[in-house]
């Protein structure tokens, strides 16, 4: 398995990035799969899911209204739009492959991606 992430930089409050992750080395089918993430000196948050088979998503209140996950099957790619970024959404943003609707907040349960720094500064 592996998640390589892509998109992440610095960005004005009130902007926005979409985030990328490409995966490989498993049927991208079929999975539940998560966006998670790490400010500065905090521990792991959840941030976003989606199952890939029919595209059902959940979200964290803290972004929702805001970011939206979305997949490409047949790129096996997944995605974060985040939109109306704010200072506290700082963070190493995780791609995450682990078979369940809710994630466990581990390094060690599932597939981390080694993640892309998202700065949002003004």
């Known amino acids: 398995v592996q998640l390589v992430e892509s998109g992440g930089g610095l960005v004005q409050p009130g902007g926005s990035l979409r985030l990328s992750c490409a995966a490989s080395g498993f049927t991208f089918m079929y999975n539940w799969m998560h966006w998670a993430r790490q400010a500065p000196g905090k521990g792991l948050e959840w941030v976003a899911s989606?199952?890939?088979?029919?595209?059902?998503?959940n979200s964290a209140d803290s972004v929702k209204g805001r970011f939206t996950i979305s997949r490409d099957n047949t790129k096996s790619m997944l995605y974060l739009q985040m939109n109306s970024l704010k200072s506290e959404d700082t963070a190493l943003y995780y791609c995450?492959?682990?078979?369940?609707?809710?994630?466990?907040?581990?390094?060690?349960?599932?597939?981390w991606g080694q993640g892309t720094q998202v700065t949002v500064s003004s």
């Open positions: 989606i199952y890939t088979g029919d595209g059902t998503t």
């Open positions: 995450v492959k682990f078979s369940a609707p809710k994630l466990l907040l581990s390094r060690h349960a599932g597939y």
